[in-house]
Structure formats: C-alpha cells, structure tokens
C-alpha cells in the first residue's frame, strides 16, 4: 500500500471508481430519456423516462461525492475547459470531454436499428430493453455488494440505487419475455438485439484499473460474470432466445476512456448549453 494514503482514508472509494459509476448512469440515463415521446405505448413514455431520472439522481449523487473529495484533495491540475471555483456535479457532467468519461461502451451506443440486422424505423425498441436488462442486471449485484461498502457515502448511495435497479431488472426482463416470446416479427427483432449488444458485454469482465479499485471499495466486478451469466442465460430461455456463440473478438475498452464515437455526439448535445454559458443560473 502507498506510504503516502493517510489511514483515515483507506476505506473509501477512489474519484476514478465514483466517476466510473456516475458516467455509466448518466450516459444510459441520457440515452434512456431519448425515448421520451417515442416509446410503443403512453406507459412506456413514463417508465423510461423514470428509469432515466433514477439513474441521473444516481449520478448527481456520485458525482456530488467525487466534486467534495476532488475539493477536499485540493487537485490544482484542471483542464482549461473547467469553470473557475470548485469542482461541482456540473463541472464533471458538463466539462468533461469524451475520452475522460469511463462508462462502458454499451451504454453509448444508439438506439439506432441500422446497426442491429432486419429492424426498420428510426429507433428499435428491443435494443433499449435487452440493454437495460443486461447492465440493471450487472448492477444489481454491483449495488448489494457497495450497499457493504467500507465507504459509508458509497454504501448509502448503493443502499437507494439497489431500490431502484431492482425495478428496472423487472421491467426489462418483463419485457425481454414479452417480445422474445410474442410474434414472430418481435422475436426476430430482440433476438438481433440481443446478437448485436452481447458482444459489448465483455467489457464488464476485463480486467482495468477501474476494477482493481473497485475491489476496496467493497466489489469484485468480474468474479460477478458466472452469476450475471446464470441470470442472463435464464431469461433468455424463458424468453425463447438463443445465446449467440462466443467469438473472439474487440473488445471495448470505455471504461478505460477509449470509446465509440457516439459518445461525443451524444456529450455535443447533452453539454452544449451548459458550454455555451458556464456558471449561468435560471
């Protein structure tokens, strides 16, 4: 252990691992409130767009505790790009670029279908729940193991976001079920969802620096893969799935900064007010 950590300090969580997990929820909470007028049914509408505002209040709350340590550490090296003051929720939401952002790839990626083989229109459906449904799967079991946390403002946070997760499983796997098990056109349309979004799973499992510091602060994210595994495979035999092969290929490296490149359309736009006016209030 570095001589240099003070003991006080050796049970809690470290920035990165905090931003890791803030990022994963903003970019899928971004990403989920694009449905927002566009889901199948009026329902539909309100659940993703509370999914969405469940994982930004998760965000917010992460990005909150990384701004007090980040302030506390008194870090003087800031990108030019950062407003003047102390680091704030908004300075790490906003001021960020795409390459300091440490979410998964998957969380990125587009509803778009052109993407996914044989779905039409302009946004697919099956790609945003069998996504959901893979990730809130994944955190479920992320969340009870921090709700442990030797950090206790880590383990609040993971206390309130198990809540949470535990609904958005349910809904996506209710979901996965419906469309997997329901006409023939639905089937064949999650199923290339499904083909399409398992390959990006992988990144979970890889060994980074993010997950060695995760381990402190009171989670193993890859020794997770055989129980994420079990539940995944459960779903989609109930669902009339099949799992595709496993194929040697790419694998995603977001959580390590290196993205797609839809993450920086998707920051030109959720960060281009926030830009074009720092340290504006309404």
């Not at 089937?187 to 993010?210: G, I, K, M, N």
Request: charged share 20%; with cysteine; net charge negative.
């Amino acid at each position: 252990m570095d001589a240099r950590v003070k003991p006080e300090n050796q049970a809690l969580a470290s920035v990165d691992y905090l931003l890791h997990l803030a990022d994963n929820a903003l970019v899928l909470g971004q990403r989920n409130a694009e449905w927002c007028g566009h889901a199948p049914i009026l329902e539909e509408d309100l659940a993703m767009a509370n999914q969405a505002l469940d994982l930004i209040g998760q965000a917010r709350l992460l990005y909150q505790l990384a701004a007090a340590r980040l302030n506390a550490e008194g870090r003087t090296r800031r990108p030019s790009a950062w407003p003047a003051g102390p680091v704030t929720e908004d300075t790490l939401a906003y001021f960020r670029d795409d390459g300091d952002f440490r979410n998964y790839t998957l969380q990125e990626l587009p509803h778009n279908p052109g993407l996914v083989p044989a779905a039409g229109g302009t946004r697919d459906w099956g790609v945003a729940i069998v996504r959901n449904f893979f990730y809130a799967t994944l955190m479920e079991m992320v969340w009870e193991r921090l709700a442990q946390s030797p950090d206790p403002d880590l383990a609040a946070i993971a206390a309130k976001s198990l809540k949470e997760v535990r609904y958005h499983v349910r809904h996506a796997r209710d979901w996965l079920l419906r469309l997997g098990d329901g006409t023939d056109e639905s089937h064949r349309r999650v199923q290339a969802a499904v083909d399409y979004l398992l390959p990006f799973t992988a990144e979970f499992w890889t060994a980074s620096a993010v997950d060695a510091q995760a381990v402190p602060a009171g989670v193993d994210v890859p020794a997770l893969r055989a129980a994420w595994e079990r539940a995944v495979d459960a779903a989609l035999q109930e669902a009339t799935l099949a799992r595709p092969p496993a194929v040697d290929a790419y694998v995603p490296q977001g959580k390590e900064g290196v993205h797609s490149e839809h993450l920086s359309y998707l920051l030109g736009e959720m960060q281009s007010l926030a830009r074009a006016h720092p340290g504006a209030v309404w």
